[in-house]
């Protein structure tokens, strides 16, 4: 049996759930999702903050067209604030100075709140930062924290309001597309039609395309680094966790079964410490970091738990690591 929609839309990220909303109120539309649950992967990771200064000009242009959404958006589609004040710093060493200075020359013009400070009012700003290596910064009063989670819940919402059809566990394996319509088959024997198909499958994207009969344009995941931390802490008398070589080799078979996940060696050894962290402390109230060159940020409660029997009490949103989808 053929289930019909005027618009398909694959890929359960921000981007996939915002257009499937748009969509829905110009016609039918379904949405299609591989994983088990939204947002897996590099919505999950969404460094959830709006700079208005990052980027080059179309960025920085798309980034100032969205603040009225954020701070205003439409009636019914989100009960709670989308944003919180935030404030963002980027800093330079004295040999990127002058770049540094064109940089704010170029945002001036669209950020009017921009600041141009030296080394001084650097550190005046951010006390905790090492008081010979930063020369320069650029802060930014105005960049905000983003609710990732309140947004896409709220674009979900949305679209299920006008009548949206979502669909998990759905990968699609080949579409054609034949008198003007798109027939894609799924791995669970599902075959569905459109008129419009939506590519919003993300590091997947060339591939979606491809199995559709589509050239590639390209695409190609990178890497981010964050470091996330509590800058009122403290690491004098703190815990050193030291794993084996089985736990580490371990622990880099379980990434390596992962879907785009590196099981690189770092990943690993932190892989390891944090599963002997929560084994070790079931009850504790203390906070688990992991500080890690990586490729995002993801949610390890529902790991933690299964491979604790439950227990685990370590705050997850305190952990960041390139584990990704090995710790879903």
Same mark, same amino acid.
């Given at each position: ?5 005027? #618009? ?10 915002? &257009? ?9 539309? %379904?949405?299609?999702? =591989? ?33 009225? #959404? #954020? ?14 004040? $935030? ?7 004295? &040999? ?24 001084? =009012? ?100 990178? $890497? ?17 966790? %030291? ?10 078979? $379980? ?6 996940? #590196?099981?690189?060696?770092?990943? &690993? ?41 439950? =227990? ?17």
């Amino acid at each position: 049996m053929t289930a019909r929609y005027d #618009f398909i839309v694959v890929g359960g990220g921000i981007a996939g759930v915002s &257009a499937a909303y748009e969509l829905a109120a110009h016609g039918s539309v %379904c949405l299609l999702e =591989q994983e088990r649950q939204l947002a897996y992967h590099t919505t999950g990771r969404s460094a959830a903050i709006s700079m208005e200064s990052y980027g080059n000009q179309q960025i920085r242009s798309l980034t100032c067209a969205s603040r009225q #959404f #954020f701070e205003n958006p439409p009636e019914g589609l989100a009960e709670h604030p989308l944003w919180a004040p $935030r404030g963002a710093l980027i800093v330079a060493q004295a &040999a990127r100075v002058d770049k540094l200075t064109k940089r704010f020359t170029a945002v001036l013009g669209q950020v009017p709140t921009a600041m141009f400070l030296d080394d001084k =009012q650097v550190l005046e700003l951010v006390p905790y930062l090492a008081e010979t290596a930063w020369s320069a910064g650029i802060y930014e009063p105005s960049a905000f924290d983003l609710d990732v989670h309140g947004i896409h819940g709220a674009y979900l919402g949305g679209l299920r309001a006008r009548g949206g059809v979502v669909k998990r566990e759905t990968e699609v394996l080949r579409g054609e597309h034949r008198s003007g319509h798109w027939t894609l088959h799924t791995r669970n024997d599902q075959r569905l039609e459109a008129a419009i198909v939506v590519n919003a499958a993300g590091a997947w994207a060339d591939e979606f395309a491809e199995r559709c009969g589509v050239p590639k344009v390209g695409v190609r995941p990178l $890497r981010r680094t964050i470091l996330a931390v509590d800058p009122t802490c403290t690491t004098r008398g703190g815990e050193f966790i %030291c794993v084996s070589d089985s736990s580490i080799v371990a622990a880099a078979s $379980r990434l390596a079964a992962s879907t785009g996940v #590196f099981p690189e060696a770092g990943a &690993a050894s932190a892989f390891a410490g944090l599963l002997k962290y929560a084994e070790e402390h079931p009850d504790t109230a203390q906070t688990a970091v992991i500080l890690i060159t990586g490729s995002g940020l993801k949610d390890t409660s529902i790991f933690l738990s299964d491979s604790t029997r439950g =227990q685990s009490r370590v705050p997850s949103h305190h952990v960041t690591a390139p584990l990704a989808e090995a710790l879903t």
